[in-house]
């Protein structure tokens, strides 16, 4: 009883985030030495009363209808566990929308770390005259003039999160030590910058039970922020990041979780994130996820053993030095082309990245047989996959079985959406934009591939007439002369 007395005497501020603005997430950490109650005192928002009413079956997801545009909560620093939310406990409701707490909670002792996400603006205008909603931007200037509910009323300058107890402030180097603890145990961690990908090779011995973790950006209508694994060997995902397989992430409904294991069997393994140009750690458009720290994919194995064998391996997709033809870094409006010639038949692997949408590609790679004047292989949409960032950009990963001969490979761009000049976000491997021609056993013997050696042409017996390589508003002629009554083919 007088323990209990003396530390309730000798509780001091841990935690005080106040003078919010109506854009703003900040985050406190604070070290506990002794399991004890801790005095909270939080004023939050729920979803503008009036927006309630709107909702429907197609826009039920609508953040202004469904999040909290002012929320506090505390992680647990070392396990990353939400042990305190303000949107899940009973707070008092009052008819302006604001919600308050004022209560205690009982933490063992440890590091934490107290958030707090002030995102009251729905609107933003510039010089009064232009007033657009949040979701029909990316990114606001600093200069902007923030509207909305909350913010009209200026009800968000009630904002705040305050905590007493025995304890003290953490320093950066307790909230890194506390973060160290629970990244301890992982064989990787990717967190990708604004509207960039990022991949790491890593490889299995044995069989291994990993744990992932991964915070991302997804809606039902698409993925923005998310990430996947595939077997290097068979070029085969074995988890990818959907909504469908993720969990409410905390904050706008937009922030989706994966927390689950994987059992992988020896082999090479490539983890990929890649991310838009919007709502990122860098500039949060929307309330955060609970843990935004970890807006990623963090991958984790807690058998000592079974980490200490996984090793990392530098990944490429296409092996360096070992292509027969590589065309990438295509841009806006280009043909290109390329020849050559297999001595023996041959298994390739063809890896092409273009752009495709309504089950039709836009940009896009085919092989012709030089002596047939068959096309041989095509970049079909169906045949491929989504090469991560915008849903447009798709992949063709495959292998294809060519005879002995003479082929020319091609690839055509429409004028937008191309290598350096995307209109949406990058595929995952963007420097491969193109296509790129190898050997199935990934080693190119050199006496196996010759030059290109075209079998028809002008001055041949075989061909009558070559119109070839026309440009926009080009007109072309060539004599045509038969002696007799001939079957063409043209």
């Known amino acids: 009883m007088q323990l209990a007395l003396l530390l309730v005497l000798a509780q001091t501020q841990l935690v005080d985030i106040q003078n919010l603005s109506p854009r703003e997430y900040r985050v406190s950490g604070f ?48 396990t990353r566990a939400v042990v305190w939310d303000l949107r899940s406990v009973d707070t008092r409701r009052e008819s302006n929308g604001l919600r308050r707490f004022s209560g205690t ?30 979701k029909e931007i990316i990114r606001l200037g600093r200069r902007a003039k923030y509207g909305g509910p909350y913010v009209e009323t200026e009800l968000y300058k009630q904002f705040g999160l305050h905590i007493e107890g025995v304890g003290r402030t953490a320093s950066e180097a307790d909230i890194r030590a506390a973060r160290d603890a629970f990244t301890a145990s992982a064989i990787l961690t990717i967190a990708p910058d604004r509207n960039s990908s990022t991949r790491k090779g890593f490889e299995i011995t044995r069989p291994t039970t990993v744990e992932v973790y991964a915070i991302g950006e997804l809606r039902r209508d698409g993925e923005f922020d998310y990430g996947w694994i595939m077997n290097a060997d ?18 706008a409904a937009k922030n989706r979780m994966a927390h689950e294991t994987l059992q992988l069997k020896p082999g090479h393994y490539v983890a990929y994130f890649v991310c838009d140009d919007s709502h990122s750690p860098d500039d949060w458009n929307n ?62 692997h063809i ?10 590609m836009n940009d896009y790679a085919w092989i012709v047989d ?56 990058p ?47 080009e007109d072309a002629r060539t004599p045509l002369r038969l002696t007799e009554e001939t079957r063409v083919r043209v």
């Open 427 to 473: 595929p995952a491997e963007e420097r491969y934009w193109g296509v790129s021609i190898f050997p199935a056993s990934g080693r190119l013997n050199p006496a196996d591939i010759g030059p290109f050696m075209r079998t028809r042409g002008p001055g041949t017996n075989s061909t009558l007439a070559q119109l070839e390589h026309m440009g926009d508003d």
């Open 105 to 134: 909670v009982h933490l063992p002792a440890g590091t934490y770390e107290a958030h707090y996400a002030s995102y009251p603006a729905s609107s933003v205008s510039w010089n009064g005259d232009i007033n657009i909603s949040l």
């Open 351 to 360: 890896y092409a990245l273009g752009e495709g949408t309504n089950d039709k």
């Open 31 to 78: 070290v506990l030495t002794a399991p004890q109650d801790l005095k909270l005192s939080a004023i939050g928002a729920e979803p503008w009363p009036d927006r309630l009413r709107s909702r429907d079956d197609e826009h039920w997801q609508d953040d202004e209808q469904t999040t909290w545009p002012a929320a506090a909560w505390i992680l647990d620093a070392r």
């Open 234 to 251: 068979t070029r085969k995902r074995v988890w990818s990041m959907t909504y469908d397989g993720t969990d409410p992430a905390g904050g």
């Open 287 to 348: 309330v955060p996820a609970t843990d935004p720290e970890f807006w990623g994919m963090t991958l984790r194995v807690s058998d000592r053993t079974a980490r200490a064998a996984v090793k990392p391996f530098e990944y490429e997709p296409v092996p360096q030095g070992q292509t027969i033809v590589s065309m990438i870094g295509v841009r806006d409006d280009e043909l290109r082309s390329a020849g050559f010639a297999l001595r023996r038949p041959m298994d390739v």
């Open 370 to 425: 030089d002596e047939q004047h068959k096309r041989v292989w095509v970049m079909r949409y169906e045949e491929t996959e989504h090469a991560g960032g915008a849903e447009k950009n798709r992949l063709f990963d495959g292998t294809v079985h060519l005879d002995a001969g003479n082929y020319l490979v091609y690839y055509h761009s429409d004028d937008s959406h191309a290598y350096n000049d995307w209109n949406g976000a």
